[in-house]
């Protein structure tokens, strides 16, 4: 059993059901300080949704070296139903030459990975001209309100300046380094309430349905084109996920209707562009006085264009496994769009990711040490003298 698979189970074993981090971090921390790395805990939240962060850094022997974060959650999402599991979710099991359990894909893999990639990284380098940092949280399968956010924003208060960065997030498809992500789409949700008369439906000109009111406006927002995307992004949708209306009785014109959307947009569209189109096609169609429409900004969008760090890991990830990876920006949001605001070059790499979120999720024990490797061989050519 190699290195990194017994860090592995050491942290499937560990129940860190969100917000929990079920002491992953503390785990690690004691792994990464014997090998020169200054850790501080940010805990954030109120005592009925704690959430534990990591921020642990190795200096570079000289000033001035460019710092490179490994970021990544110790949390999981729940199990659902345990007599729909084929072993513990928590109890780390091999079959069929896979390991299973909750987080084993993600991403408790691709922490071990990272950390057992510095430990060897750092035996054979052990004054590198490079800074290393590890940005960890329990809040990233949660609201993700108290997790790698609020450390983006201590670390830029106190003028940290970072370079690159690795989201450890599964990526891959068939093999570990078949896919990265250089970048994801910005999430933005609405929830807009249109204002009626309530009345008995038999008597419909002494009441205004909101629903017919809503109508075509719906339509056209439902076939609008938002942008054509472009050679890293597929264009902007749009998608209603939830309509409310309605008293239950089939004889009442209700007073309100509500309708939940959600925005994936690209770097050819910004939330206050797409907010304000919105709000004109509803004044379009007279809602402009009848309407409440609230935004939640889940994530900008963020890219990465080839450069030092794509570079570097797809360089590595050939001399590791031979393939070509490639760059997409498909899926859904990451702690990446919080690391971008303040860091330059950010991309995610992690094993396949066919069983995340669901029963028996598991890893190909096969995936598990070209991982490591890779990341390994990121670190060594980030420190190569040419890199700048």
């Known amino acids: 059993m190699t290195a990194t698979l ?26 990464l300080q014997t090998l020169g790395f200054v850790c501080e805990t940010i805990a954030s939240g109120p005592d009925s949704f704690r959430v534990t962060n ?28 345990l007599d729909q599991w084929n072993s513990d979710p928590f109890v780390p099991t091999h079959r069929d030459g896979k390991l299973f359990g909750r987080g084993a894909s993600d991403m408790k893999t691709s922490l071990a990975a990272m950390v057992v990639a510095c430990e060897e990284f750092v035996a054979s380098h052990p004054a590198p001209d490079l800074n290393i940092a590890f940005l960890l ?25 970072l370079d690159y960065c690795i989201v450890g997030e599964p990526t891959s498809v068939e093999r570990t380094g078949d896919m990265i ?21 038999a008597y419909p000109h002494l009441a205004r349905n909101p629903i017919h009111m809503l109508a075509p406006a719906l339509a056209e927002l439902a076939t609008t084109h938002w942008d054509n995307g472009n050679e890293h992004f597929p264009p902007t949708s749009w998608q ?25 947009f690209s770097t050819e569209s910004t939330a206050e562009g797409l907010q304000q189109r919105v709000n004109d096609i509803l004044a379009s169609h007279g ?3 009848d309407v409440d429409l609230k935004w939640t900004v889940g994530g900008l969008p963020f890219l990465t264009r080839p450069g030092t760090l794509v570079d570097a890991v797809r360089s590595a990830i050939h001399d590791e496994t031979g ?43 096969t995936d598990i040490e070209p991982l490591k490797n890779i990341y390994r061989r990121v670190l060594e050519k980030l420190s190569a003298p040419h890199h700048p």
């Open 287 to 289: 809602l402009a006085n």
């Open 181 to 201: 992500k250089n970048g994801r789409r910005g999430t933005m949700s609405g929830k807009l309430t249109v204002r009626g008369v309530q009345g008995h439906i």
């Open 240 to 264: 209603v996920s939830n309509i409310h209306g309605g008293t239950g009785a089939s004889n009442v014109i209700p007073a309100t209707v509500v309708v939940d959307f959600n925005f994936r």
């Open 54 to 81: 990591l921020w642990a850094k190795r200096p570079a022997a000289q000033p001035g070296a460019p710092l490179l974060v490994f970021a990544g959650h110790t949390d999981v999402v729940p199990t659902g139903p």
């Open 137 to 161: 949280t329990s809040d990233e399968e949660g609201p993700a309100h108290d997790g790698t956010v609020v450390v983006c924003r201590e670390l830029q208060a106190r003028g940290e300046k």
């Open 323 to 365: 393939l070509e990876a490639e760059l997409s920006t498909t899926g859904g949001t990451s702690d990446g769009r919080f690391i971008a605001q303040i860091c330059p070059q950010v991309i995610e790499l992690g094993p396949p990711n066919a069983t995340i979120h669901k029963l028996n999720e598991c890893v190909n024990l």
């Open 6 to 31: 017994r860090l592995t189970e050491a942290l499937i074993a560990q129940p860190s059901v969100t917000p929990q981090d079920a002491d992953c971090q503390q785990l690690i921390a004691s792994r």
